[in-house]
T-cell receptor, first 111, second 114 residues
Framework: TQLLEQSPQFLSIQEGENLTVYCNSS?????LQWYRQEPGEGPVLLVT?????EVKKLKRLTFQFGDARKDSSLHITAAQPGDTGLYLC???????????FGSGTQLTVLP | GAVVSQHPSWVICKSGTSVKIECRSL??????MFWYRQFPKQSLMLMAT?????????EQGVEKDKFLINHASLTLSTLTVTSAHPEDSSFYIC??????????FGSGTRLTVV
C-alpha cells in the first residue's frame, strides 16, 4: 500500500502571505497531480508532473517535483481569499492506472 | 475537455433502503471508473476500481455486497449502497479514465441516511 504524507493538514493565513504545501512518499511516483477541492464538489485538477526536478507555474501557484520523484511541493504567492479550499496531492505508482491521494491540506485565506 | 456527470448531487434516504448513484462520462469512453468516499475535512479514500465489462476490484475493508458497482458500458458506472445505515452517510465521488484521457472527477454525491 502506497502512502502519501501531506503537510500541513490545516493552514490559516492572511491575504497576501505566501505558503507552501508538501507531499511526500516513500515510493517513486510515476506521475503526481495536485487538485483543489471546494466543499460539496469534486476535485479539480491543477497540474500534473511527471519528470524529476520539474517546475510548473500556474499564475501564483508554483509546483515542484523532486529530483527523485518521491516528493512535491505547491507554493502559493500572495494568497487570496479565493485560494481557500482543500488541496490534494495524488500520485500514480508504477504502471497502475490508479490514484492514491494524500491526506489533504485545508487552506483558509483570511481577508 | 473531458466531462463526468454524477447524479444525484445529494440524496436523503431512510435506514435500510438502497440508493443508486450514477456516473457518466459525457464525451469520452471511460475504460476505468473509480469510486471514492470522503468524510468531512478528510481526503478521498478509494473504495473500488471497475473496468468496463469486468467485476469491480474493491479496496481492503470495503464490503462488496454492500457497495454494488456496475460498469456495464464505456460511459456509465453505478454505485448502489444497499441496506444503507447512518454510518454510510458520506460524500461519494466517482472518477473516470479513458485512453488518452487522465482522471476526470464527478461533482460528488452527498448521501445522508436517516
Amino acid at each position: 500500500t502506497q502512502l502519501l504524507e501531506q503537510s500541513p493538514q490545516f493552514l490559516s493565513i492572511q491575504e497576501g502571505e505566501n505558503l507552501t504545501v508538501y507531499c511526500n512518499s516513500s515510493s517513486v511516483f510515476s506521475s503526481l497531480q495536485w487538485y483543489r477541492q471546494e466543499p460539496g464538489e469534486g476535485p479539480v485538477l491543477l497540474v500534473t508532473v511527471v519528470t524529476g526536478g520539474e517546475v510548473k507555474k500556474l499564475k501564483r501557484l508554483t509546483f515542484q517535483f523532486g529530483d527523485a520523484r518521491k516528493d512535491s511541493s505547491l507554493h502559493i504567492t500572495a494568497a487570496q481569499p479565493g485560494d481557500t479550499g482543500l488541496y490534494l496531492c495524488a500520485g500514480e505508482f508504477g504502471s497502475a492506472r490508479q490514484l492514491t491521494f494524500g491526506s489533504g491540506t485545508q487552506l483558509t485565506v483570511l481577508p | 475537455g473531458a466531462v463526468v456527470s454524477q447524479h444525484p448531487s445529494w440524496v436523503i434516504c431512510k435506514s435500510g433502503t438502497s440508493v443508486k448513484i450514477e456516473c457518466r462520462s459525457l464525451d469520452f469512453q471511460a475504460t476505468t471508473m473509480f469510486w471514492y468516499r470522503q468524510f468531512p475535512k478528510q481526503s478521498l479514500m478509494l473504495m473500488a476500481t471497475s473496468n468496463e465489462g469486468s467485476k469491480a476490484t474493491y479496496e481492503q475493508g470495503v464490503e462488496k455486497d454492500k457497495f454494488l458497482i456496475n460498469h456495464a458500458s464505456l460511459t456509465l458506472s453505478t454505485l448502489t449502497v444497499t441496506s444503507a445505515h447512518p454510518e454510510d452517510s458520506s460524500f461519494y465521488i466517482c472518477s473516470a479514465a479513458g485512453t488518452g484521457y487522465g482522471y476526470t472527477f464527478g461533482s460528488g454525491t452527498r448521501l445522508t441516511v436517516v
